[in-house]
């Protein structure tokens, strides 16, 4: 019944930034962790970064000072800006949400860092 809606994906050029957005709708009544995961061809999915309620935030080592997460609560929506972007970036990225003490997946969106 909840639902994970990424938006944001696309092609991007090395150097570039996209900025991810996903929307959690539905049957929500708490919403304690957001946050992004990737997964590339032949490799395991990844955390990215999490964002709590409370703003505290977590990144992996290969992304940090280089792509921010924040959350709107009201809105129920989380944003991934990445700066910086390095052809290792391009992957599938997944949406992620503990809502109602099960956790919740998007479907991904494509990112692609190529000249």
């Known amino acids: 019944q909840v639902q994970l809606v990424e938006s944001g994906g696309g092609l991007v050029q090395p150097g570039g930034s996209l900025r991810l957005s996903c929307v959690a709708s539905g049957s929500i009544f708490s919403t304690y962790v957001m946050g992004w995961f990737r997964q590339a061809p032949g490799k395991q999915r990844d955390r990215v970064a999490l964002?709590?309620?409370?703003?505290?935030?977590n990144y992996a080592d290969s992304v940090k000072g280089r792509f921010t997460i924040s959350r709107d609560n009201a809105k129920n929506t989380v944003y991934l800006q990445m700066k910086s972007l390095k052809p290792e970036d391009t992957a599938v990225y997944y949406c992620?949400?503990?809502?109602?003490?099960?956790?919740?997946w998007g479907q991904g969106t494509q990112v692609t860092v190529s000249s």
């Open positions: 992620y949400a503990r809502i109602g003490g099960r956790d919740h």
């Open positions: 964002i709590v309620s409370g703003g505290s935030t």
